[in-house]
């Protein structure tokens, strides 16, 4: 038996990195207690315990437990299950990983056995499953997060098990098996049991011939992933050429995959420059195709490229600041009504092009203010078109 077998938690107690959803009080671990949970998807990071949470859930129910999987599954095997229990006052718990692959006829079998509760459905994704569900499977079912297992958790959890295994590893070891293991409780069980075939002492230098580089989020023995990715993000903003080209090469060296690089560059791209320089999200959507299809060592030229232009580029979160005053003054309960002359039914309706490109009418209930420009950039040139197109 492997070491993430012998040692997958059995109770919800035994979990780790979820307090957020077992913590005493939370409502998940409420509703699993109560006996009241509904159909869920669970998504998160591989190895944050997702397909563990779905057997401790089971066992706390003492339901009989179906483990599938969406990419092998076959819909007799379903109705099988469903059968078998139809008259059973204990009905099952089926759990069903990379539920975002479910094609649409497997969600329309299910349907009618979420409706009747014939079974427990609880499905596991890597990904949020919300838009490869039907909305007939979304309004029957909840969603819930699990989170990364954080660094101190892990390393917890890594020091209880190589008490009971009666082993001894050195702090550079420990902090190892951590941080190359991204968060991943199985990965760095594995990592751990393969060093220890290959002889009586485990090394970081055995360590580090298995596991070159981390799983997921690179970082250095000195430096956490989440700081070295800050100082880069931190230093394009702050237009500093050479420091956000030297985080990102520590970044790079340090294992971290170009597509998450690229992702954190692409959301910089809208948040910290936006209209000031429109062209450099462009750059960062190019970038983010590039480096999936070529990877390293080649992706660390494109990157390069992308982390020059971003820090050399005017810098406006005009953007970033509008949607987050609309998004709040939404929350705080301004909801007002849409004028009858845009509506889907266009009563009174002005077609703008029919008068040239623009035609003064209604568009909001009461007149609020989102954006301000800073007529930094390409954003100056945006003003004086806005300003144009009204005459």
């Not at 089971?58 to 099988?80: G, H, M, Q, S, Y």
């Not at 990379?98 to 014939?118: A, D, G, I, T, W």
Request: contains cysteine; positive net charge.
């Amino acid at each position: 038996m492997s070491l993430a077998q012998k040692y997958r938690p059995s109770t919800l107690n035994k979990i780790i990195g979820q307090e957020h959803l077992l913590a005493q009080g939370a409502v998940f671990r409420t509703l699993i207690e109560k006996n009241a949970l509904m159909h869920s998807f669970l998504y998160g990071p591989t190895g944050c315990g997702k397909t563990t949470l779905a057997r401790v859930i089971a066992k706390v129910l003492k339901r009989p437990f179906f483990e599938l999987n969406a990419t092998t599954l076959k819909i007799d095997e379903l109705r099988k299950i469903f059968k078998e229990y139809a008259n059973a006052l204990e009905k099952p718990l089926v759990f069903i990983d990379e539920v975002h692959r479910l094609s649409k006829n497997q969600q329309e079998v299910l349907l009618p056995f979420m409706e009747n509760n014939s079974a427990l459905i609880i499905g596991a994704s890597t990904e949020n499953p919300y838009y490869s569900l039907t909305s007939a499977m979304r309004s029957r079912s909840h969603l819930f997060e699990l989170k990364q297992v954080d660094n101190l958790a892990l390393q917890k959890h890594l020091q209880s098990i190589i008490k009971k295994e009666s082993v001894e590893l050195s702090q550079e070891v420990q902090a190892f098996l951590v941080s190359s293991s991204s968060g991943d409780v199985r990965a760095m069980l594995n990592l751990l049991e393969s060093a220890m075939a290959l002889g009586d002492e485990v090394t970081l230098n055995m360590l580090k011939s298995i596991r070159p580089h981390a799983l997921q989020a690179g970082s250095s023995e000195l430096d956490s992933h989440y700081d070295l990715t800050s100082a880069m993000i931190k230093s394009i903003r702050g237009s500093d050429i050479d420091a956000s080209i030297y985080y990102l090469a520590r970044l790079v060296d340090g294992g971290e995959p170009a597509e998450f690089i690229a992702r954190r560059l692409a959301i910089l791209a809208s948040e910290d420059i936006g209209n000031a320089n429109p062209n450099a999200l462009n750059l960062a959507s190019s970038t983010l195709n590039i480096v999936k299809m070529i990877g390293y060592p080649e992706a660390r030229i494109s990157l390069s490229q992308l982390v020059i232009y971003l820090a050399s580029s005017p810098k406006s979160n005009s953007a970033y600041r509008a949607i987050n005053s609309a998004l709040s003054t939404i929350k705080d309960g301004a909801i007002y009504p849409i004028p009858e002359n845009i509506k889907q039914d266009k009563v009174n309706y002005l077609y703008p092009h029919n008068y040239g490109g623009w035609v003064e009418q209604r568009y909001m209930s009461k007149n609020i203010k989102f954006y301000k420009s800073f007529k930094i950039g390409f954003e100056k040139t945006l003003d004086e078109w806005s300003k144009k197109i009204k005459g």
